[in-house]
């Protein structure tokens, strides 16, 4: 009796290496909860680019500790969150790239499910999910309740940048981050740079989607600072309006709401939330009106565009 040739066994095809840039200055004990996190994920198939921007040793001991369990890339950077992650997109070797901050830190199956994502979903360039702090909470601002393809009307609440994971194609394509905005930018417009990114993503006709369960753990954000943060987050927020076309009318419509919130917490005696909505409205109007400072040559000077 003949019997059936076996079919060769199939080859398993590992999952495609994730870059985890991780820009740092001024924390330790946070950093290395973010370590501790990374030593139990269930797919080992990443490397850390953490890009130092403390001084000089600093950090060696603590690198030292994790680097025969993690493969770390320790580069170092001038000032500026854009600009450290520009230095460290130039590094990543990962065919996908997340942008953890220092002080988050991942639950165990995060990077298997990047993985999974991006699998799934092959017309996709970027994926968003949320940020939840250890009691399941969201933190770093409000989120969209469901999964849904991101646009210009929702991008506001589609995550932020702990939440964003990209094509390492797709992110030097689009010319990385704008170095005049972010924290440490040497404008005044102090955020908005993942906004950015994402519109300027959407703007080359690259696929965003968010996915709601997609989540990274993050604290929320303390008292200290509260409304020097509104101000310098609204200029950039400002900023990006302006930059990405967001007519008058748009802008109108986010001052109604930022009046219409600060006139309810007034009613509540609510005084510091009151202050943040005016606060958010100033600084909204003032990125909006600045004169343009060569975002375009800030984008992409470091990498090799």
């Known amino acids: 009796m003949s019997s059936t040739p076996s079919s060769a066994p199939s080859i398993a095809v590992p999952p495609p290496l994730v870059s985890l840039l991780v820009c740092t200055k ?32 600093t950090l060696e001991p603590i690198v030292a500790r994790y680097r025969d369990r993690l493969a770390i890339d320790h580069v170092r950077s001038a000032p500026g969150l854009s600009r450290a992650r520009n230095v460290g997109l130039a590094r990543c070797r990962g065919d996908l790239i997340a942008f953890p901050d220092d002080d988050c830190w991942y639950p165990a199956g995060l990077v298997a499910e990047v ?37 210009r ?8 940048s702990n939440g964003l994971f990209v094509r390492r194609a797709a992110a030097r394509a689009v010319g990385g981050f704008d170095e005049t905005l972010g924290v440490g930018a040497p404008t005044p417009f102090r955020s908005g740079e993942e906004t950015d990114f994402l519109l300027r993503l959407l703007g080359q006709g690259r696929g965003v989607t968010f996915r709601h369960g997609l989540v990274v753990h993050h604290d929320q954000v303390g008292e200290a600072g509260r409304h020097k943060r509104a101000a310098d987050y ?17 802008l109108g419509f986010r001052l109604a709401r930022f009046t219409a919130s600060g006139g309810r917490a007034l009613l509540r005696r609510d005084t510091g939330t009151a202050l943040d909505k005016a606060l958010w409205a100033i600084g909204t109007v003032s990125g909006y009106c600045a004169a343009r400072r060569g975002a375009v040559a800030g984008k992409q000077g470091a990498l090799g565009h």
């Open 234 to 250: 609204a200029r950039g927020f400002g900023r990006v309006l302006r930059l990405h076309r967001y007519g008058l009318f748009y």
């Open 26 to 57: 001024g924390r330790s004990a946070q950093l290395e909860r973010l370590f501790d996190s990374l030593l139990v994920q269930t797919c080992p198939a990443f490397e850390v680019v953490l890009v130092d921007q403390n001084e000089p040793g």
């Open 115 to 151: 993985v999974r994502l991006f699998a799934e979903h092959p017309q996709a360039d970027a994926v968003t999910g949320r940020t939840l702090d250890a009691t399941g909470r969201e933190s770093l601002g409000a989120f969209l309740a469901a999964d849904q393809p991101v646009d």
């Open 153 to 160: 009307r929702n991008v506001w609440v589609a995550g932020n």
